[in-house]
Structures are given as C-alpha cells and as structure tokens.
C-alpha cells in the first residue's frame, strides 16, 4: 500500500531557484492538499484541489504554484526560492465525505 | 472563519495515566466534523480520531475517546492509561468551508508521557 508518495524527501536549494515537489497518490481521492508546518505554527494550507482540473488557494498561497491534470498527481512549485519558504511540505488526500486526510511522509526544504 | 485554538503547547503525564488534550474552535457551519493528529518526533501524521457534529455519542477508538461539547465549541482529546509511545505532538483539526481538503489546524500541543 503505497498511499500518498512525496519526492524528494529532502531538498536543500539556493534563493532564486525554482523546483517541483512531487506527490502522488493510489488511493483514487479526490481531495489533495499542500501544507507547510514551521517550528510552533502548526499546519497551514498552501493550496488544494477538490478534483482533477481543479485548484484552490489556502492560507499561505504566495511563491507557490500548483496543478491537478490527473487524480492521481499534485506537484507543487516553487517559483523562486526564499528564505522564508525553509520549512517542512506535507502532501495529503481524502476522499469525499467525512474521512480523514492520508498524508505523505514530507519534505524537509531548506533555501540557502 | 472557521478557528482552532489549542491553549496547552505542553503537557506531561505519568505512564498508565488518563490525560486530556483541549481544543476549541469557532465556525459557523452548521455542519462540521473535528479530527486529531498525532505526530510523533519521526515526522508523519497519523490520523487519530473523528468526530461529526451530528454525531449523537463521542467518538471513541481504542484508548482515545473524544469529549466532544457542542455548546461549548470543544472537542478535547482524552487518552486512557497513556504509554511511552504516545509522546508525541497532537493536533486538532477541522474542515474550512465545508471541503475537506482543506483542513485547518491548531498548534498543536507537545504530550510527554513519563515513565
């Protein structure tokens, strides 16, 4: 059982540069979301799908970008890598109705 | 705007002991559901516990139950005889707008269990 699947799992960048974290899910949810989690902050929502074609912004949207072409694929992009965007990324999907989020294992991202 | 407040950033408890998690929140859907998260010092997030607010008993599973209180807006966390494995973070979380993919989360408090 593979669930939600996050690439790289860590990263380490330099300010200005751009890449793509991967995440992937087998459990055929329709629901998909991006967090980041910074020391004493908790959990904060990036952006997030309902469907494939389909996106939303969340709390903290700006400096990322996201698409949904597939149920399966949500990657998320860093258009110009900053200090402030050093933190911890937490794919997640569920399913409709009441049902828990199934979330990836993460991604430690450090921008020098 | 839907809110989560957690108040304790940290608790200790004794190994075997019941211990209690708060969390309130604020929301004006009429509709809306409460889960918790643990996340242990490895880093994942493991789904704990839910609880609908047309759900008519608290939700229970294995040794977490949730004392949920409508007329108070929380929905608090209760482990029975706690373990040296349950150290670990705890959040509380609830849907924004009704979708859930689109958790919002508290800060989540720190729970170390002492043997």
């Known amino acids: 059982n593979a669930g939600v699947t996050q690439t790289p799992k860590f990263q380490v960048l330099k300010t200005g540069q751009s890449m793509t974290l991967q995440c992937a899910q087998d459990m055929n949810h329709e629901y998909m979301s991006w967090y980041r989690q910074d020391p004493g902050m908790g959990l904060r929502l990036i952006h997030y799908?309902?469907?494939?074609?389909?996106?939303d912004q969340g709390e903290v949207p700006n400096g990322y970008n996201v698409s949904r072409s597939t149920t399966e694929d949500f990657p998320l992009r860093l258009l110009s890598a900053a200090p402030s965007q050093t933190s911890v990324y937490f794919c997640?999907?569920?399913?409709?109705?009441?049902?828990?989020?199934?979330f990836g294992d993460g991604t430690r991202l450090s921008i020098l | 705007a839907q809110k989560i407040t957690q108040t304790q950033p940290g608790m200790f408890v004794q190994e075997k002991e019941a211990v209690t998690l708060d969390c309130t929140y604020d929301?004006?859907?009429?509709?809306?559901?409460l889960f918790w998260y643990k996340q242990p010092s490895s880093g994942e997030m493991i789904f704990l516990i839910y609880?609908?607010?047309?759900?008519?008993q608290n939700a229970t599973e294995g040794r977490y139950s949730l004392n949920f209180q409508k007329a108070r807006k929380s929905a608090n966390l209760v482990i029975s005889a706690s373990q040296l494995g349950d150290s670990a973070m705890y959040f509380c979380?609830?849907?924004?707008?009704?979708?859930?993919?689109?958790?919002?989360f508290g800060k989540g408090t720190k729970l170390s269990v002492k043997p």
């Open positions: 609880q609908g607010s047309y759900d008519q």
């Open positions: 799908s309902v469907g494939a074609g389909i996106t």
């Open positions: 929301t004006s859907d009429p509709s809306y559901g």
């Open positions: 979380a609830m849907p924004h707008g009704g979708s859930q993919g689109n958790l919002i």
């Open positions: 997640a999907s569920s399913p409709w109705g009441d049902q828990p989020q199934h």
